[in-house]
């Protein structure tokens, strides 16, 4: 009885295997931290600060927003969370090859069913000289961003990979929804199998406010009844801020593994 009893705890537990997370942020503000704490997070600099060649500011919240989705899925069961990273504006710390690296770690926890990625920092907005593969991807610390095609070849070339594994990637970035579109968009006999799903921060036409989206969208995953959004859209004087969007390739609006429960998010559009 016994043994029987030994085997079937063995069998439950094989078959929760739950998630990992990683969250990543890119081009915060050197000196403006909102007054986060640094604690659990690896905040790098490569090089001594200076102006980022490219042109784009340094952003105030990152370090507070990756911080805020790292408390929470700490809250919830079934989760291991990897210590995040968040590299600061020009200091060329967070590059292109690192974030490749860091998410080919990610998805390498074989035993794991869902892999979740959660990106805050500079999205790629569209334009005239940029093709549409590149709306949405994300602003590294060098000249190279990580594009969608980037991050569904390090998928597909997981160790280990198994059919009923699911790859979520949270973007709170500007003109994320590309990356949602470019979802939609791989042909359906690949699309079927692929397995992932993408939440955005907003359409790819749009930017993400700083301070808004991850803070809502986070609480979501605690408390779905109460949801703060119309709270935050009254804190910034009635304006119509972004519509967060999201395509799973598996349908529904959520994923499970074990006790670990994670729920997708849209806002109807105009």
Same mark, same amino acid.
């Given at each position: ?27 915060? !503000? ?78 390498? !926890? ?161």
């Amino acid at each position: 009885m016994a043994e029987l009893e030994s085997q079937m705890r063995s069998a439950s537990l094989s078959e929760r295997n739950g998630a990992v997370a990683l969250c990543i942020g890119s081009s915060q !503000h050197p000196y403006k931290r909102e007054g986060v704490s640094t604690s659990g997070v690896d905040l790098r600099s490569k090089r001594r600060y200076r102006a980022a060649l490219r042109g784009d500011e340094g952003l105030t919240d990152i370090l507070k927003d990756v911080q805020t989705f790292k408390k929470v899925l700490e809250h919830l069961p079934d989760v291991e969370v990897l210590r995040p990273f968040v590299g600061k504006a020009g200091s060329g710390a967070l590059t292109r090859g690192l974030f490749l690296n860091k998410m080919l770690n990610l998805v390498s !926890h074989s035993d794991k069913e869902i892999f979740l990625l959660y990106y805050a920092g500079h999205g790629l907005r569209g334009s005239s000289l940029r093709s549409p593969e590149e709306v949405g991807a994300f602003y590294m610390e060098d000249t190279a961003p990580v594009t969608f095609a980037d991050m569904m070849k390090i998928w597909e070339a997981r160790p280990g990979r198994k059919r009923r594994q699911r790859l979520i990637i949270v973007a709170d970035s500007c003109h994320s929804g590309g990356l949602v579109e470019q979802l939609k968009n791989v042909p359906k006999r690949e699309r079927d199998v692929l397995n992932v799903g993408i939440q955005a921060a907003c359409l790819a036409n749009e930017f993400s406010e700083g301070g808004i989206f991850t803070e809502v969208f986070a609480q979501k995953q605690l408390k779905r009844k109460n949801f703060m959004w119309q709270k935050l859209k009254a804190a910034h004087k009635g304006q119509e801020v972004q519509y967060p969007t999201f395509y799973c390739t598996w349908g529904g609006t959520s994923a499970s593994s074990g006790d670990f429960e994670f729920h997708f998010f849209k806002r109807p559009t105009r």
